[in-house]
């Protein structure tokens, strides 16, 4: 069965310093990786995706993660948090079953906390 | 600028009156999803389209059902809403094989 794990509710950190978020996945398969945003009453907005290349993936507002596959994991991080980045993140995996079409599997989701 | 269109933002409805939610897109996409996400939890998926091609998840309930009258439009239909179906419906967009692209949601409460 394919999932995706957020191992964390909630991850804290103080404004201005590193942040990961944590995702491990189990596809068949290659994986395709996606991280998504979500703040408060709105809708998912993309961060960045894993398709193939390099492990290392840069995406929009300073976002960044690296695919490990022999750790199955694809970790979100930022060098240098902001308040502003404090919200819902979900990692979603698409679904290897899914006839070609990109059905996604989300994990429960990791809310960002960012102090001032 | 708004590529994903979800109207209203905010639907109240009876116990057991038909909703009817909005989804339009001006991206081309061939495929549309609709997913029920309920107090921050993951999104469920309900169905998608691809192109005129409906697809229902096996769990969905029978009380949803979705149409796409073109390449733009889908709505979702529920068509005797229970407390349980309180949630954010959200719709979504993609190429075949691409990211999915999300509107704003629609947050309908059942009263």
């Known amino acids: 069965a394919q999932s995706v794990a957020q191992p964390e509710d909630q991850v804290n950190v103080a404004e201005g310093n590193p942040l990961t978020v944590k995702c491990t996945y189990s596809?068949?398969?290659?994986?395709?990786l996606f991280w998504y945003v979500q703040y408060p009453n709105r809708g998912l907005q993309f961060l960045l995706k894993?398709?193939?290349?390099?492990?290392l993936v840069k995406g929009s507002y300073g976002f960044e993660a690296e695919f490990n596959k022999s750790q199955t994991s694809f970790h979100l991080k930022k060098p240098s948090a902001l308040v502003s980045d404090s919200a819902l993140y979900f990692c979603a995996v698409r679904d290897g079953d899914s006839g070609g079409y990109n059905k996604l599997i989300f994990g429960a989701g990791t809310r960002l906390a960012v102090h001032p | 600028d708004a590529m994903v269109i979800q109207n209203p933002r905010y639907q109240v409805t009876q116990f057991g009156k038909p909703v009817t939610l909005s989804c339009s897109q001006t991206?081309?996409?061939?495929?549309m999803y609709w997913y029920q996400q309920k107090s921050s939890q993951a999104p469920k998926l309900l169905f998608h389209?691809?192109?005129?091609?409906?697809?229902n998840e096996a769990d969905t309930p029978d009380n949803f059902q979705s149409r796409r009258p073109n390449t733009s439009f889908c709505f979702l239909d529920i068509r005797s809403p229970g407390l349980g179906d309180a949630a954010m419906y959200l719709c979504a967009t993609s190429r075949l094989t691409g990211e999915a692209f999300f509107g704003q949601g629609t947050r309908l409460t059942v009263v």
């Open positions: 596809v068949s398969g290659n994986p395709y």
């Open positions: 991206l081309n996409h061939n495929v």
């Open positions: 894993y398709i193939t290349g390099d492990n």
């Open positions: 389209y691809y192109d005129k091609d409906f697809n």
